[in-house]
């Protein structure tokens, strides 16, 4: 009886040990997995893919609220894409708010048609239709002054790095025609009118370049999101108002121009609408598109 006895005790004491053991050995990798579960969502929240593949799911599952709030966690992050414009956009359409969504449509192309993504700018575009169509239902937009659509057109649209390639090549095909005066007689004068028009060419795109470079970095594109604020005369609520614009409204804010009025403390920026009217207006009203 005592050697059993003993021999059951020392069978206990091997388990307990043995099963010490396999505990000990096993508690830092149940430790280690502990912390890389607790690490995951802190690695999840900051990588841009992840954010950007789950706020899709969420606006797949149609948690149109939850999935605009990760869309803009990204534009807080600084991040900016064709493509995040677009689904901003349509998250905000979705919940109905049109003016937003019309402003991020048109964002989307704007960036779409720069960087050559004609898929991105060929959905932007029939979607800001779309919003612009529900808009002029609500509000009688008058339509953008000629000088205003040419303005634009040649200071966004074709660009002040356009116009000094076109003055570069004019100066080289003016001095080509130059030094071919200089070796064929016969052609002489017609080479020397040549190269007169091409100086003249040259001036006027090189003009045109700075005038658009100096252009495009003191105003903006932009457009009315919000109804309810006036345009007034100068800085402040109590100077005149001039206006009353509404979405979607486009317009050219002025850069490095901001003005914070007392004592309503309101930041206030300094526009020009298409329609040609310029004033001072609250900046919660506005968007820029760049």
């Not at 021999?7 to 091997?14: P, S, T």
């Not at 999840?44 to 893919?49: A, R």
Request: aromatic residues 14%; glycine residues 4%; hydrophobic residues 50%.
């Amino acid at each position: 009886m005592i050697s059993r006895s003993r021999k059951y005790r020392h069978d206990v004491l091997k388990r307990i040990f043995v099963f010490t053991i396999l505990a000990f050995c096993a508690c830092p990798a149940v430790l280690t997995a502990q912390d890389m579960i607790q690490e995951l969502p802190a690695v999840t929240d900051s990588d841009p893919d992840f954010i950007f593949s789950e706020a899709n799911f969420l606006f797949e599952q149609r948690r149109y609220t939850e999935a605009l709030s990760r869309f803009q966690s990204l534009e807080e992050m600084g991040y900016s894409s064709p493509e995040l414009w677009l689904n901003i956009g349509l998250s905000h359409l979705r919940l109905d708010n049109l003016a937003l969504a019309d402003y991020y449509f048109n964002r989307a192309y704007l960036h779409a048609v720069a960087s050559h993504n004609t898929a991105i700018a060929g959905k932007a575009y029939r979607s800001a239709a779309f919003t612009s169509e529900r808009l002029a239902l609500q509000f009688s937009l008058p339509p953008e002054l000629a000088v205003y659509r040419l303005h634009n057109s040649i200071v966004y649209e074709f660009g002040w790095v356009n116009a000094f390639l076109f003055a570069l090549v004019f100066l080289n095909l003016g001095a080509v025609a130059l030094v071919l005066s200089w070796f064929r007689a016969d052609l002489m004068r017609l080479l020397q009118n040549a190269a007169a028009v091409f100086a003249v060419a040259f001036v006027v795109f090189l003009l045109l370049g700075l005038w658009s470079r100096s252009e495009a970095n003191e105003w903006a594109r932009g457009q009315i999101v919000q109804t309810g604020f006036e345009m007034r005369a100068s800085a402040g609520t109590e100077s005149e108002a001039v206006f009353s614009p509404f979405p979607p409204f486009r317009l050219r804010i002025q850069r490095n121009n901001e003005t914070i009025t007392t004592p309503e403390t309101k930041l206030m920026v300094y526009i020009t609408l298409s329609n040609g009217i310029s004033g001072w207006i609250d900046a919660e009203a506005v968007r820029r598109f760049d």
